[in-house]
């Protein structure tokens, strides 16, 4: 396995180490905040096991039948994952509702809390790994899982802070209440991430700070050309695909045109990583006297 299949699997035991201390909090308490907080869990071990599968999917060489690659389920798993926080957020909703009719005593405050603080450690630990090496590594599974296990992490904060003022004030309705603050947490969060993967399944173009930093690179190497214009960027998981048209003078052999496409992927490559780059050589004639100019 590489670094990405790593992460994702070490997602998927961390996931089951935390789902298993927030039901030990909510079995010892049967606060329904804990409750929220472990049916998030859930789908943390729900969705660590879809970011696996769609980490292993993307790392897949091109074939005949998917000739770019295979990165994009990437996103697949990430609007997979928005998904399944908002039918998690449905069912705390339900659940608050039924425990602010009937409230119930919280039991056993201390050992509840205590279980809940080592899960909550333990996420925010992960969270903040798994999301510096998936931007490092560009992988969006990664990201996602990330940034939805941190919003876990202020969420279980939150229910910390409101079964104990539950307990404090002997007021039982704070923690339906808190519960379906999480909830409302919970669908911000699916919303966050299904926003940012439909983005890149309708090939949303790079960030504008490495949309500069592209042209940049092609202005700096691109000694011998004209200009460069027309260009076009998408990516797909950590797979950035790019490409422009490239004016020659028009007594350039084919042997140097080659040469400075091949010396300008060789420099956008080793900027950006996995990157695919389709040059489009035109003689002067076509020239915009626009777009990128040649250093």
Same mark, same amino acid.
């Given at each position: 396995m590489d670094k990405r299949e790593t992460l994702a699997a070490g997602s998927i035991g961390i996931a089951l180490l935390v789902l298993g201390l927030k039901a030990a909090a909510y079995a010892a308490t049967g606060s329904v905040a804990l409750f929220s907080d472990a049916v998030e869990s859930i789908i943390n071990v729900v969705? =660590?096991?879809?970011?696996f599968w769609a980490v292993r999917l993307a790392a897949r060489p091109a074939d005949a039948d998917h000739p770019y690659g295979h990165t994009k389920a990437e996103y697949f798993s990430a609007v997979l994952e928005g998904v399944l926080i908002v039918l998690a957020a449905l069912l705390i909703f339900v659940e608050a509702w039924r425990s602010y009719q009937a409230p119930r005593a919280i039991q056993d405050v201390t050992l509840g809390l205590a279980f809940s603080v080592a899960a909550t450690?333990?996420? &925010? /630990?992960?969270?903040t790994l798994i999301i510096r090496n998936g931007r490092r590594l560009r992988? !969006? =599974?990664l990201v996602a899982d990330g940034r939805h296990l941190m919003v876990?992490?202020?969420?279980? +904060? $939150?229910?910390?802070? $409101?079964?104990?003022?539950?307990? =404090?004030t002997g007021i039982a309705a704070i923690d339906p209440?808190? =519960? &379906?603050?999480?909830?409302?947490? +919970?669908?911000?969060? /699916?919303?966050q991430v299904m926003r940012e993967s439909v983005g890149g399944l309708m090939d949303a173009a790079v960030p504008p700070e490495a949309? /500069?930093?592209?042209?940049?690179?092609?202005?700096?190497? &691109?000694? /011998?050309a004209i200009e460069a !214009?027309?260009?076009r960027t998408r990516h797909a $998981?950590?797979?950035v695909f790019l490409d422009f048209h490239l004016v020659v003078p028009g007594n350039a052999t084919v042997a140097c045109a080659h040469e400075i496409c091949d010396r300008i992927e060789r420099a956008i490559k080793a900027e950006m990583g996995d990157a695919q780059v389709t040059i489009h050589v035109e003689p002067e004639d076509k020239a915009k006297h626009s777009g990128i100019v040649v250093l």
């Open positions: 969705t =660590a096991l879809v970011a450690i333990v996420n &925010a /630990g992960w969270a992988s !969006h =599974a876990d992490v202020v969420s279980s +904060i $939150g229910v910390l802070v $409101g079964v104990a003022a539950a307990v =404090a209440v808190v =519960a &379906a603050l999480v909830g409302l947490n +919970i669908l911000w969060s /699916g919303w949309l /500069g930093r592209i042209r940049e690179i092609i202005s700096a190497n &691109a000694d /011998g !214009h027309d260009l $998981g950590r797979t």
